[in-house]
């Protein structure tokens, strides 16, 4: 039975606890508001709860509502701008340092979940990216040359090994990184706001933010029901600003993706098609992205659209399985279909900053976001409780204008040009 709040998908439905914040009544007074109840909102609440800093939290839905409680699970270090991207704009010492900091970031995501024990397993290692074409020379290269500049720690895996794992004859080589992992979000989203309620912090469910205003030497966010006076402010609403800041709103766009949760299959038909554990994408621009969960069930998620609602997603994605393993035709039912959006800007890298004093944003983790969240919450933390400057690492990746509705328009074409050039080069 899914969740109370929630939309319908295999995650609220296997949730576990669902433990309901109440919805802000009256006004308070904290060090900091955060609005948001996503991982970035919530990772930076912890951050501040953990610098000594008061807390509340307001959420316009539920906690992990969006992305953060619904996105395929991927617990990878690095954004979504690849290494190649960071190391062209910034040079090798400032991305270096940027990569690094999702690579500590996934470090510490498994440490909350040991030492704060959140049920979100089960944790399984590694993620296998995968390669449609045939050019293991040009992928070793790659791999040689990320390991070296960033020590990401890939491993190449011939395509022996990898027709091993994923029988299909779609594939290739390809990029094992063992250090990435993957769980469910959902649980782990919960986990970490049962943790900064047990430490103080005041979290409100069903309270969206309608504004955000100078009060004096502090701020004011106003509520449906109550209100919150705090020293500084920080939005971490994603793509759901709703008319909150002007700016933030104009510096990204919505991008929408799919997943399907299949009905439990006979395991050892599973195996003779994805026989493996590890969390599996692959490296075209419009990639699948997939992995086995408990009870012989696959998710597979892909596909990008800006403003596209598909009644069928099932449909979709069930193509785009058989098209990887054609012998679960006939065998495979799906029983979950739901989409999410993504919040991206044109650089493809998080928004993290200072608008003025006080007023701070934490936003724009495109699809790429467990790692980053952490990153972005501890970053933000650090400024406000320590007055520490990481979080500028971001500032050549600002808040521009990302064109509005016409850039919207542009993206969908960039994106159908990309999606021409996966088919044309397989």
């Not at 802000?24 to 109840?37: A, F, K, M, Q, S």
């Not at 979940?113 to 790659?142: A, R």
């Amino acid at each position: 039975m899914t969740a109370l709040g929630y939309i319908d998908n295999y995650y609220a439905d296997t949730l576990e606890k669902d433990k309901i914040y109440p919805e802000l009544g009256e006004t308070i007074y904290t060090d900091v508001c955060v609005v948001g109840g996503g991982l970035a909102g919530l990772n930076t609440a912890l951050g501040l709860i953990e610098r000594g800093k008061s807390v509340a939290l307001v959420e316009a839905k539920r906690i992990g509502w969006g992305g953060s409680g619904r996105n395929a699970g991927f617990v990878a270090k690095g954004y979504a701008a690849d290494e190649a991207a960071l190391l062209k704009k910034l040079g090798l010492e400032k991305a270096r340092r940027l990569v690094t900091l999702t690579q500590n970031a996934r470090k510490l995501i498994r440490q909350r979940i040991n030492g704060f024990n959140i049920n979100c397993g089960p944790l399984i290692e590694g993620v296998l990216t995968v390669s449609w074409k045939d050019n293991p020379q040009e992928l070793k290269d790659y791999i040689a040359e990320t390991n070296d500049n960033f020590n990401t720690g890939f491993e190449f895996w011939p395509r022996e090994k990898v027709r091993e794992h994923c029988r299909t004859e779609k594939y290739f080589d390809g990029l094992y990184s063992p250090q990435d992992y993957q769980f469910h979000p959902l649980r782990y989203v919960h986990g970490i706001a049962r943790v900064i309620a047990d430490k103080g912090g005041r979290l409100f469910e069903n309270s969206p933010a309608l504004s955000v205003t100078k009060d004096g030497g502090g701020w004011l966010v106003k509520t449906e029901k109550g209100s919150v006076k705090a020293q500084h402010v920080v939005l971490c609403c994603s793509i759901y600003l709703d008319g909150l800041d002007k700016k933030l709103a104009n510096a990204s766009f919505p991008v929408q993706t799919y997943i399907m949760v299949t009905k439990p299959m006979d395991g050892a038909l599973l195996e003779k098609s994805i026989n493996t554990r590890h969390a599996i994408s692959d490296m075209r621009f419009c990639s699948d992205y997939y992995r086995r969960l408990e009870g012989n069930r696959v998710l597979w998620g892909g596909r990008v659209a800006l403003w596209a609602n598909p009644s069928d997603i099932s449909g979709m994605m069930m193509q785009d399985m058989l098209k990887v393993y054609p012998q679960l035709a006939g065998h495979v039912q799906p029983e979950y279909q739901w989409s999410g959006l993504l919040c991206y800007a044109p650089h493809k890298m998080p928004q993290l900053g200072q608008i003025e004093p006080g007023y701070w944003y934490n936003t724009g983790f495109g699809g790429h976001g467990l790692a980053p969240t952490t990153v972005g919450g501890e970053l933000i933390a650090a400024a406000i409780a320590q007055g520490d400057d990481g979080y500028k690492a971001f500032e050549p990746f600002g808040i521009g204008y990302a064109g509005g509705k016409m850039g919207r328009y542009v993206a969908q074409l960039v994106y159908l040009w990309w999606r021409a050039r996966d088919y044309i080069s397989v």
